[in-house]
């Protein structure tokens, strides 16, 4: 599975990327309004820093001009990925990226129906949410499950890039259902990272290593 950071800052990014654990890059308009800067000039940072898919997202919701955002956010780096909702305007203009050759990723997913639909369009991604569903008393997971299994029975090329991931048991869930990537901020990478018994081992190994007898 694809690892991606969920992030709009840039020191996050750098270190997220010198763990050599990231594939890429999710931003959204509120992530890039915390870290404060013009889009189009974060995510050509971003682009200096990762070498893999980095998707900017369009705030335009009508499909003329959905595509003209989106171009011009494609012309930043050839890495970038245009992030478009899952609404009627932005599944017209999925499908005219997809024949320009823009890989798209089409966001802000709550169903299994809006996300075949999104695959249908020529989507390179859709993000289903899973954090924000299971917010809403939902199951995040059961829809990332409907997702990657509609999509394998119809043999579509679309990734599933599982988002809204909050916690470790949805980075496994997704991984063990077969998502192709998930996108998470560094607070859960770093979680995903530690566990207490690594800790108590290698203090115990660092103190043991003490009594062994020195060269001589
Ligand atoms: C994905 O592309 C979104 O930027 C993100 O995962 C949303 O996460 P949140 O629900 O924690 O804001």
């Known amino acids: 599975m694809k690892v991606f950071i969920d992030s709009g800052d840039i020191a996050e990014i750098r270190e997220a990327q010198s763990m050599g654990v990231i594939d890429g890059v999710t931003t959204n308009p509120s992530l890039l309004a915390k870290a404060g800067k013009p889009t189009k000039r974060a ?10 898919p980095i998707s900017a997202e369009v705030v ?7 595509l003209r955002e989106g171009r011009e956010l494609a012309k930043i780096h050839r890495n970038v990925v245009v992030k478009v909702p899952l609404i009627d305007e932005g599944l017209k203009a999925v499908r005219i990226f997809a024949s320009e050759g823009i890989k798209t990723n089409v966001t802000l997913c709550f169903s299994a129906a809006q996300a075949l639909l999104a695959a249908k369009a ?3 991604f859709v993000s289903p949410f899973v954090g924000r569903v299971d917010d809403a008393a939902g199951d995040g997971m059961d829809l990332v499950l409907q997702v ?4 394998r029975n119809y043999g579509l090329s679309t990734q599933v890039l599982t988002a809204s991931v909050r916690h470790p048991v949805h980075f496994v869930q997704a991984a063990m259902i077969g998502s192709h990537a998930a996108t998470m901020p560094l607070k859960v990478i770093k979680q995903l990272i530690k566990h207490p018994l690594t800790d108590v081992g290698l203090a115990q190994f660092l103190a043991d290593a003490k009594k062994i007898p020195e060269l001589v």
């Open 43 to 52: 995510i050509a940072e971003i682009c200096e820093v990762v070498d893999g």
């Open 60 to 66: 335009a919701v009508e499909k003329d001009a959905i």
């Open 122 to 124: 020529g989507a390179t």
């Open 148 to 151: 990657v299994t509609i999509f």
